[in-house]
């Protein structure tokens, strides 16, 4: 999560990972376990919680997404780059991971269009050339934990005990990503006929997108924004945006969202999940290595439809500590976790998936539909 | 729950359905069986998995007609039918039996996907308008009934136009057309190849990507996408022949999930409740996409997706049928839910095995009707791997040294070398830019073949990793790997432990080498697997049941060369037995000396007699020494030297070139005449291999045997072929138990088999080719391993060849093993299935070349009830009963021709004749084959080769009509109507 990122040459100036002077690569896992590869886009030293999205699909989205800030994050699908990249993709105005890692790095023709160029423009460390199946077999064995990154001149790899340094200092749980994920000052986007608030946690752009398609007026917040500044918008509802951390860590947030609730009704999406149920009194806990990927199984708890769904998230509520007031209305299918919930009688809705997509499908977009129509 | 389920199977191998079907038939078994149903399954193709006693639990080998299934029906009375796992045919099937209200009468319910939904899938006006209803775009298109009518529509499109046409097999008939009178010729053609007579005209895309989703949805609604895939091969390439890559490649994320969520669409739309393959054309720069084709059953391209994916399509498509949800049905190999979609980390080839190389008159073009007879995939964790496995799979040489412009005409028109010359064109310089403008692939695959031409994949010591369904984010339990030597990455396999063996696979279904070898694979495997032995299978077929994780304890999906094997042979270390050849045809055959070079142990038969049993020299030489008789034979290597020679074999002699043209080039010379004839047609081409000449036996019948050996006893299984020497074995009907020969003769034949088994010291199998004239036998062939005969073999006869062999390698004797006696209370004749129709270009008529592509089994209480089930079972539209028939055969025995005409007249028949042919009285009608419609009559029996003769024969096989072209063909029909009109009631195939 701290970046050390030096870029080769000016920022600007485009790179060929194909230099003449070819990068090496180490990782560094808790265990001691490095794993050795190739370098690209900047030399340097990056560390942070190492995961892995198993998206075939969507690397930029995943790339420029809030949540994935402080991690290190490994692709397991091999060919990554292949379709290039484009502006319109972006979720967020940066690319957010600490670092990379991918087996290969695709070149898609043009260099302005190739991924490899963007990550060095960008200042982001990255590794290819490197056995990810093999990390992910890890990290799914152990969890996931820090890990640090080296891209370095061959003939200038860093000692390992540099690297463990690194590792140790490196505390991904306890850090307050939010306060430097969210907006600066308040957004508006879009002319529709309702007004939505936005707290922003590290959102991504496809949610406002999906709101303003809804007809929907969105006024992005920073998350420090308090309930009384929101209410005087007069919104007709509030959606607490998804992005990185330990919910635990932005208690601040989840104090707003205890005044706002009842008073408002409320949509919480992935992290915004996870502080809506804190503030409702639940708790939330540390899944071994999380979900992440555009295939994860949700079921609808009351009609046992299921759909796809993407997901990114490393915590999850935990339903037993849930009041009795807020119901399970989807569980993954795949281990049974907490995937949505829905107050009893207020509208007050929450989703630990992506309705948005983006990458990944929208099979369960209609939630925000759902949700807008009781808002309004 | 339902609780007896009918199965219906696909019947023959043909192009556009093969292999796969046996698979999906067998896992919805497989499935019905885990539920708790009871299964009934009827297919006419012995070759299949399917078939045996232990995957359903009542098996019908019976023609796929309507009649015979009521009588199944009437007999089994199943709860439900699934009509979608039987390809075309089963689905064409079921709607036939709901339409003679067969289904109504005996309360079956369609299981699964129903038929509205196959209506609506098939039928171009209801499937558009089921679209339009949601909003999916279509292509603008008219379905017409005759040709006016297509110059009319086309008129308004606007040429190039594509037409195609309804219920289909592999898009036959279908293809573009420029100018009008190209439409006239593609619409008379394709309306001979439709059910229902309609065609479609539409807008041509040439040059749109072309998609595939498989989608799976249950009947509560619930929707999932299994795999996506990419044709390299933009639009107008049939799916079936296009070189596919999944996932897709060059899709964003936006494309991907904008392509997803309108599958899923029109899967609802539709009301699929099972699996479904959605086809799209996407142009790139507009992001606009039209839906060109659903399957709402289990198709190739399912097969190919669970076999890429580990996800097994077609046993939960089963389990939804007989009334599970998605959510409540369990992935194997993980353990959680199969409402997931499968994650990725490696990249999946096809390409797809042409017919090519035995067809050396056709032109090698593909296009929108499929021609394909197999395919290869190949597994790797980069395009250029999965690409350069699969092209070590594809086992067809690649182009070299074709001048600039024939390449630039290879790369223009889609054809069957267009991959190899794009590669050759690569290693000569060409820019990418311009191989990509040529071809109209996307770029990024020219630039990864680019790579591929470039560099060597990089040599490491490489890796197996396994085939999970979720990228490693579960704990999973598969037996299923691929090696990939990218990234000197982490090895997944570890050496199973105890005793175990490695059965090589057949590879890619193609004409000579079927389906029958991956029965044989199968059946290997169970084999080792009830003796206690681990069996690991090495294979490249998608398509097949041998390369179903759950068949073998190991599979290794990997190309059939010897440095694949060899990785797997190091892999296993410990433990390992050795390596099993003979039940993986030629491929594996071909693989035997080279094994024995690198050390590996070859278990069966030794390397040492399986070389001397192929090489002709020194089988000659064998066979001289255990004083057993061949046809006299000689080799020329100058054109000169002909008529010495074939004079010294003595007349008639057989002359076989190496450059056969469909049947044309292998004649019977009977004198120095012919002979010179002869030298006069093919004299001025080179004489690039040895020509052989071989002593003809005029009149002999041909005998099949199957036989197992244990090296000291032996157990054979003699079959009678149908028709005469010369015709390829591969393509002659056969009949068990003989029924021509004499007990001495058989009596010699297995005295001979033995002393042949014993002298090649062969342990497992062998097939054996005798030819018998005036009750002398000779051998024409030893083959020292499973032919293709293996399965009709052993359902006919009762025997377990396979079963048996794999017991004899593993040191049992043949004596102390109980084995049931052979079957004679029955008759089983096996037909054969062309591929013609689907090559215009040929002529019908049978040779030394093999051209089938599959095969049927009758079984009755008499030849004539088998005779003619198996011809209804290959699928030949009816027996011809009542019919019309051309009979011209102006060179045979009168004597034969009487037999022929009172039998014919016995069932009814009306007789046209040719002139010159005989006919018995003045009031035979008399019609020239020039002048002959055959189009309205029940079958052709042509044996002349004139133009006009092979003319009927090409008319009947356009029209559907059937053909004989053989002597022996006709002696069989003669043999078969002796018995008048048979009783075609059900054989139940009981062990």
Not at chain 2, 644 to 658: D, I, T, Y
Not at chain 2, 837 to 859: C, H, I, K, N, Y
Request: proline share 6%.
């Amino acid at each position: 999560m701290v970046a050390i990122a030096q870029a080769e040459g000016a920022v600007d100036t485009p790179m060929k990972a194909s230099s003449s002077r070819p990068l090496a690569a180490t990782l560094m896992l808790t265990d001691g376990t490095c794993f050795y590869g190739r370098g690209a886009g900047v030399t340097g030293l990056a560390s942070g919680e190492l995961v892995f999205t198993t998206a075939m699909t969507g690397y930029q989205e995943a790339l420029t997404d809030p949540s994935y800030r402080g991690q290190l994050l490994m692709f397991t699908y091999p060919l990554i780059g292949n379709y290039g990249v484009s502006a319109g993709r972006a979720q967020s105005d940066s690319l957010q991971a600490s670092g990379v890692i991918v087996a290969t790095l695709s070149d898609a023709g043009s260099d302005q269009r190739s991924l490899g160029s963007y990550l060095a423009r960008h200042g982001v460390p990255t590794m290819h050339g490197v056995d990810t199946r093999a990390i992910a077999l890890w990290t799914r064995r152990h969890g996931a934990m820090p890990g640090v990154m080296s891209i370095h001149q061959e003939e200038h790899a860093p000692s390992l005990a540099i690297l463990r340094m690194m590792l140790d200092a490196c505390s991904y749980d306890t850090r307050d990503f939010v306060a430097e994920s969210t907006v600066a000052r308040p957004e508006v986007h879009g002319a529709g006929s309702r007004r939505v608030a936005l707290l922003d946690c590290g959102n991504k752009r496809s949610v406002i997108d999906e709101l303003v398609r809804r007809d929907t007026q969105v006024i992005v917040l920073p998350a420090h924004t308090s309930a009384a500044d929101i209410m005087a918008l007069h919104p007709a509802g509030v959606v607490v945006s998804n992005g990185p951390g330990n919910p635990e860590c932005a208690m601040h947030v989840v104090e707003t969202i205890r005044e706002l609730y009842g008073t408002v009704p409320l949509f919480g999406i992935c992290l915004g999940h996870q502080l809506l149920a804190l503030a409702a009194g639940a708790t939330t806990y540390k899944l071994k290595f999380g979900h992440r990927g555009a295939n994860h199984p949700v079921q609808d708890t009351a009609t046992g439809h299921a759909f796809v769904t993407t997901q990114n998230h490393g915590y999850a509520v935990d339903a037993d500590s849930l009041p009795a007031d807020l119901l399970v209305s989807h569980r993954n299918l795949n281990d049974d976790t907490v995937e949505g919930l829905r107050h009893r009688t207020l509208p007050i809705r929450s989703v630990q998936f992506h309705p948005e997509g983006a990458p990944g499908p929208k099979d369960a977009d209609v939630l925000l539909d759902e949700w807008l129509g009781i808002a309004a | 729950m339902t609780e007896r389920v009918l199965i219906i199977g696909s019947g023959p191998i043909v192009i556009g359905q093969a292999a796969e079907f046996d698979y999906s038939g067998t896992q919805a078994c497989l499935a019905c069986r885990e539920a708790g149903a009871r299964t009934i399954l009827v297919n006419s193709n012995p070759a299949t998995i399917q078939t045996d006693p232990h995957v359903a639990d009542v098996v019908y080998i019976e023609p796929l007609t309507v009649s015979s299934l009521e009588q199944i029906i009437a007999r089994e009375r199943p709860d439900g039918v699934i009509a979608t796992v039987g390809g075309q045919t089963g689905l064409n099937l079921t709607v036939a039996l709901a339409e003679a209200g067969v289904l109504e009468r005996y309360n079956v319910r369609i299981l699964g996907t129903g038929l509205e939904t196959i209506r609506r899938g098939e039928d171009r006006a209801l499937f558009a308008a089921t679209l339009e209803a949601v909003g999916e775009p279509i292509l603008p298109s008219r379905a017409v009934t005759s040709v006016q009518e297509a110059l009319q529509v086309a008129a308004e499109i606007g040429y190039p136009v594509m037409c195609r046409s309804a219920y289909a097999l592999g898009g036959a008939g279908s293809g573009f057309a420029t100018d009008p009178s190209a439409l006239d010729d593609k619409v008379s053609s394709a309306q001979a190849f439709s059910v229902t007579g309609q065609v479609l005209v539409e807008r041509s895309l040439y040059g749109w990507a072309e998609l595939e989703y498989e989608v799976i949805r249950d009947s509560q609604d619930n929707c999932l996408i299994v795999c996506n895939m990419e044709n390299l091969d933009p639009m107008g390439v049939h799916t079936g022949d296009s070189i596919v890559v999944a996932p897709s490649q060059t899709l964003s994320d936006d494309e991907y999930h904008r392509l997803r969520a309108a599958a899923m669409r029109v899967v609802r739309a539709l009301g699929v409740e099972g699996a479904c393959n959605v086809q799209f054309a996407l142009e790139r720069s507009s992001g606009d996409y039209y839906v060109i084709e659903v399957n709402p059953r289990l198709s190739r391209s399912s097969a190919l997706a669970s076999k890429a994916t580990g996800y097994p399509i077609a046993k939960v498509a089963t389990r939804i049928a007989v009334g599970n949800s998605l959510p409540q049905i369990r992935n194997d190999i993980t353990g959680t839910s199969a409402f997931f979609e499968p994650a990725l980390d490696y990249v999946v080839m096809k390409i797809p095995r042409w017919p090519f190389d035995k067809f050396k008159g056709l032109d090698g073009r593909i296009g929108t009707s499929m021609r394909s007879t197999g395919e290869v995939m190949a597994i790797g964790r980069s395009f250029e791997e999965a690409m350069s496995k699969a092209l070590r799979s594809i086992d067809t040489p690649r182009t070299v040294g074709l001048a600039e412009t024939d390449l630039e005409a290879l790369l223009i028109t889609p054809n069957g070398a267009r991959l190899p010359a794009m590669l050759q064109a690569m290693r000569a310089g060409w820019e990418p830019q311009r191989i990509a403008d040529l071809t109209s692939i996307h770029p990024w695959f020219i630039d990864r073949l680019a790579t591929l031409v470039r560099e060597v994949v990089p040599g490491s010591p490489g890796a197996y990793k396994m085939v999970d369904t979720c990228a490693g984010e579960f704990e999973a339990r598969t037996p299923y790997f691929y090696r990939s030597e990218m990234l000197g990455g982490q090895n997944e396999a570890l050496p199973l432990s105890g005793p175990k063996a490695i059965i090589l696979g057949a590879g890619p279904i193609r004409i000579g080498q079927g389906i029958e070898f991956d029965y044989a694979t199968v059946h290997a495997c169970l084999a080792l697997t009830k003796a206690g032995v681990k069996s690991i299978i090495v294979n490249n077929n998608p398509e097949t049941v041998s390369t179903d994780y759950s068949t073998s304890d190991r599979l290794y999906f990997e190309p059939l060369d010897i440095d694949a094997v060899e990785a797997v042979v190091r892999n296993e270390g410990k433990g390992l037995l050795g390596v099993i050849p003979q039940f993986g045809g030629q491929t594996a055959i071909n693989l035997v000396a080279s094994l024995q070079e690198r050390g590996i142990r070859i278990l069966g038969t030794r390397p040492g007699c399986i070389d001397a049993a192929e090489d002709r020299g020194q089988a000659s030489d064998v066979l001289r020494r255990a004083g057993i008789p061949t046809p006299p034979w000689k080799t020329v290597e100058h054109w000169d030297d002909l008529k010495r020679v074939a004079a010294e074999v003595g007349f008639p002699v057989l002359l076989r070139p190496s450059y056969v043209l469909s049947g044309s080039g292998m004649i019977v010379a009977r004198s120095v005449e012919d002979v010179e004839r002869y030298l006069q047609i093919h004299a001025n081409l080179p004489l690039t291999q040895p020509l052989l000449v071989d002593k003809f036996l005029e009149g002999a019948v041909e005998l099949n045997v199957d036989a197992v050996s244990d090296g000291h006893d032996m157990l054979a299984v003699i079959m009678e072929q149908l028709d005469e020497c010369g015709v390829h074995s591969g393509d002659s009907a056969e009949v068990y138990p003989a029924q021509t020969i004499s007990p001495e003769v058989l009596r010699t034949v297995e005295c001979y088999t033995r002393t042949i088994a014993r002298a090649f010291q062969v342990v497992g199998l062998v097939n054996v080719q005798y030819a018998v004239q005036d009750d002398r036998v000779y051998v024409l062939e030893v083959n020292p391993r499973a032919s293709r005969s293996v399965p009709f073999a052993s359902k006919a006869s009762g025997i377990p060849l396979a079963d048996l062999a794999v017991r004899a390698i593993l040191g049992d004797r043949l004596n102390e093993l109980d084995i049931p006696a052979p079957r004679t209370d029955r008759v089983a004749v096996k037909n054969v299935v062309f591929p013609f129709r689907v090559f215009p270009g040929l002529d019908p008529v049978l040779g030394p070349e093999m051209q089938s592509t599959g095969e049927s089994m009758g079984l009755g209480a008499t030849f004539g009830a088998a005779y003619w089930k198996a011809w209804l079972g290959a699928g030949l539209r009816a027996v011809p009963f009542g019919g019309t028939v051309y009979i011209s055969a102006p060179d045979e025995d009168p004597r034969t021709i009487d037999c022929l005409m009172a039998g014919l007249r016995t069932v009814g028949c009306r007789i046209v004749v040719a002139p010159g042919t005989h006919s018995p009285d003045a009031s035979v009608e008399v019609v020239a084959p020039e002048d002959v419609d055959v189009s309205a009559f029940g079958l052709a029996i042509v044996l002349g080769r004139s133009r006009a003769e092979i003319g009927v024969l090409r008319r009947a096989v356009d029209a559907r009509v059937a053909g004989i072209s053989t002597r022996g063909g006709l002696r069989a029909m003669i043999r078969a109507l002796q018995e008048g009109v048979p009783d075609l009631s059900l054989m139940p195939t009981g062990a």
